[in-house]
């Protein structure tokens, strides 16, 4: 079995056509080839589901076979085993997969194995050796995916390692990023293939679970959670930039947040300078996508709410034309944002800062687990008094601790094994969205206010405020409900 390590951009028809000409390829002779891939799975999609994938390529005349395990890219890194051995088209012999979880999969669907999707495409590469004990073969690929009927451009460069550590390849990427607009890659070719293939509509993507363990570096932890946090993010970035559709920012808001939620979580054990600067980077990038799903929520969420009270005030129709006007500008600039190098080039960095944070001395995962849940506990009982009164700026303080105490709890699930789990963290995301509508209700006021200064608005604002004050008795009940339940975790 061999270790697969790439990192993944892609670029524009332009970009492709400067690349041979960037110094660190000066002096090397690139090799030509034409790839043809035949991808095969079972006809309910077994392989995918697994999260493994078979196929065959053409080189010249040599037909190879190949097997996979999908990995998720996060800033555009992937690693995955890989085996791969001479074949023929249609005859699947898995004697090389030494993984016997893999190969057992793999003999059970044998005979239900048929081809699905191709890739065609030119692939020109490069071998360099920046540095004494590194090589690292660079491949610009460009062609088409073919699935059934439906075509898809492929325009993507690959930065293998076959020699050195990861972070020489990071350094190598971060160079080529310098003087080219890169961006790291979200998916595979066969994933988007098999999106391709199905034809449907673009979907926002949602956290997946990351699997800690308790015995693991409480480091190794952090960064396997962060680099999950990379993918949701990524995996929304075309939604973001091509559809309209309000999940797709809000998503990424929420990869975002639960990103800078690590790092305030795992700060006692992180380099300070790393916090210092990346935090505010995120910060940054957060508050650029948040002035969207503000609008995105006022008007799918407050203007209904508004028109329904007030039917025939002219001052909603006002109102309604701005908050359109805002949400359109505020969107294009969220697009901007994830279009702009600086996205491109923190994705990078940040990945590379990551995987090149120590682990010794940080502990096992399981001994941190409680002390930080019980900080995150102690910091939303300290604000919830004062949350209970009109202070907007308090209720706000106290939503972001129930925030960080609701992801902390999702991260930590798979070391957290106790039956009152499950209610106990439906208890902190119902409070946090109970405060989330508050803080809603109360940017509302502010918009409302910025669209009709003045005393054109004061119907619209005594609404409001009324919505607001009918939220907290119901406010201090679920906090008082939550501060009787018991902590399901152990003290450490």
Known sequence: MATETEIKFSLSARTASQLAKHPLLAGVEPHRQLLVNTYYDTPDGRLRR?????????????????????????????????WEVPGRPGEF??????????????????????????????RQAWLLEPRSGVRVELALDRGLIEAQARRRTIREIELELLAGEVGDLFLLAGELQATLPLHPEARSKSDRAYRLLAD???????????????????????????????????????????????????????????????MRLWEPLLPESFVAHFDPLWQGLAAKLGD???????????????????????????????????????????????????????????????????????????????????????????????????????????RVAFKQLRYALEFFTPIVVAPGLPGYLQATTSLQELLGRLNDLAVARQMTLAALPGRKGEALQAWLGAAIESLRPELARQLSDFQQRVAPWKEP
């Not at 969207?292 to 129709?317: C, G, K, Q, S």
Request: contains cysteine; glycine residues 4%.
């Open 50 to 82: 697994e999260r493994v994938v078979v196929r065959y390529r053409r080189k010249g005349r040599e037909w190879l076979l190949t097997v996979k395990t999908a990995a998720l890219l996060s800033g555009g890194l992937a690693q995955r085993s890989e």
């Open 93 to 122: 012999d898995f004697w090389n997969v030494d993984d016997l979880v893999v190969r057992g999969l793999l003999e059970s669907v044998r005979d239900q194995l048929q081809p699905i999707f191709t890739t065609r495409f030119t």
């Open 200 to 262: 449907a509509p673009p979907a926002a993507a949602k956290a997946l679970p990351a699997p800690v363990a308790g015995a693991m570096p409480s480091i190794g932890a952090f960064r396997l959670i962060t680099l999950c946090c990379l993918n949701h993010l990524q995996n929304n970035e075309e939604g973001v930039c091509d559809s309209d559709l309000p999940e797709f920012v809000h998503q990424a808001r929420v990869a975002m947040r639960r990103l800078r939620s690590a």
């Open 292 to 398: 969207a799903r503000n609008w995105d929520v006022f008007i799918a969420e407050t203007l209904p709410a508004l028109r329904t009270a007030f039917p025939d005030a002219a001052e909603t129709d006002r109102l309604a034309l701005y908050s359109q006007r805002r949400c359109a500008g505020s969107r294009q600039a969220a697009r901007r944002a994830l279009r702009s190098a600086d996205y491109s080039r923190l994705l990078i960095e940040f990945t590379a800062a990551v995987l090149g944070l120590p682990e010794a001395d940080t502990g096992p995962l399981a001994a941190f687990v409680p002390r930080c849940l019980n900080k995150r506990l102690r910091r939303v009982i300290e604000r919830a008094p004062d949350a209970l009164g009109a202070d907007v700026a308090a209720r706000h303080r106290l």
